[in-house]
Structures are given as C-alpha cells and as structure tokens.
T-cell receptor, first 111, second 114 residues
C-alpha cells in the first residue's frame, strides 16, 4: 500500500514567519511530487511541483525534495493570513499519472 | 476557459436512490479522475480513466460505476446510495506528458445520503 504521510496540524505561525510543512512517502519509485492548497469548502489548487532532488522556488514558496530520505517539504516565507489553509502533499509515478494524496496539514497564520 | 466543471454542486439523496455526478473538462486532457474526500481521510481515488474508452478502479471503487463518454466527459454513478457515501466528490483531469502541471480539480459535489 503506497502511503503519503503528513502531520495533520494545526500548524500555527505568526504573520511574517516561515511556515514549514513536511511530507514523507513510502514508494521509492515515485517520480513526481506536488503541493496543493485547499481553502475550507473549496477544491485543491496546485501551488508547487518538483521532480528532482533539491530546492525549487516560486515566489514565497520553496519546495524541497530528498528522494533518498523519501521526504518532501514546502516552505512558505513571509507567511500571510491568506495562506491559512490545508496543504496537501501528493506523490505520483505511475504511468497513468495517478497521485496519492496525504491527509493534509492545516496551517493557521495569525495576524 | 472553464477548466473542469462538475454538476451538481450539492445533492441530498435517500438511502437506495441512484444518481450520476457529471464532470466535463475543456482542456483536451487525456486522463480524468474521481476522488472522494472525507474528514480525516484525505483524498481517495475512486475510479480513473487514462484515455477515452478506458476506465480503471482506484482505491475505493465499491458502490460506484463510471463512464468515459468522450474525451471531455467522465461521469460517476451511484446505483444505490448508502450513508457511507456521504462525502465531497472531486473530479480532476491531467494531461500525460505535461507532468509539470499536476491535476486540475473541479469545484466539487457535496453529497449527503440520509
């Protein structure tokens, strides 16, 4: 059974701080890794994708991948109250593009 | 450009009733998916269609059927609804070969079975 694990939170950070979200996965053959943001009552929205070891930066977001440790993280710099949401880690690698999702980490950014 | 459109947005069914959830995408994507999302359970794959004319079971297919009507449309049918099928259902699409973009999700269908 392929699994993606995330700390459910809630993770609470003050406005302007760095939020660090973590994810581990069980399938060593995984090749694609995604972070989705989901506001309450809304659908998931893709915010980052990463495919190779190292860091990938996009604005205030940085995704980090370590395939040897089977670990993916998302850093949010200068956190804003609007970043308060549930963040879903998703891992893929099958030929059909199927993704396995973690249960999500709820982030709360306090003004 | 609407992306992925799901209908209906809300539905209440009585136990034993049937219904079909509709999903259509206008991005010319090959692959389409149906997920359900329950509190504390995350997103779980029900069925998927890698291309027009093909469908396959996911993690939780029992009690559901699907139809890939054409490249645009992928429907999910509950033949005899049960309270355990109360959930939020998301349709998603994905274009193989453009793995940099991940899934595009529809807005969801909130289903309550009483």
């Amino acid at each position: 059974q392929k699994e993606v694990e995330q700390n459910s939170g809630p993770l609470s950070v003050p406005e302007g701080a760095i939020a660090s979200l973590n994810c581990t996965y069980s399938d060593r053959g995984s090749q694609s890794f995604f972070w989705y943001r989901q506001y309450s009552g809304k659908s998931p929205e893709l915010i980052m994708s990463i495919y190779s070891n190292g860091d990938k930066e996009d604005g205030r977001f940085t995704a980090q991948l370590n395939k040897a440790s089977q670990y993916v993280s998302l850093l949010i710099r200068d956190s804003q109250p609007s970043d308060s949401a549930t963040y879903l880690c998703a891992v893929g690698g099958g030929s059909q593009g199927n993704l396995i999702f973690g249960k999500g980490t709820k982030l709360s950014v306090k003004p | 450009n609407a992306g992925v459109t799901q209908t209906p947005k809300f539905q209440v069914l009585k136990t034993g009733q049937s219904m079909t959830l509709q999903c259509a995408q206008d991005m010319n994507h090959n692959s389409m998916y149906w997920y359900r999302q329950d509190p504390g359970m995350g997103l779980r794959l029900i069925y998927y269609s890698a291309s027009e004319g093909t469908t396959d079971k996911g993690e939780v297919p029992n009690g559901y059927n699907v139809s890939r009507l054409n490249k645009r449309e992928f429907s999910l049918r509950l033949e005899s609804a049960a309270p355990s099928q109360t959930s939020v259902y998301f349709c998603a699409s994905f274009q193989q070969g453009t793995g940099g973009y991940g899934y595009t999700f529809g807005s969801g269908t909130r289903l309550t079975v009483v």
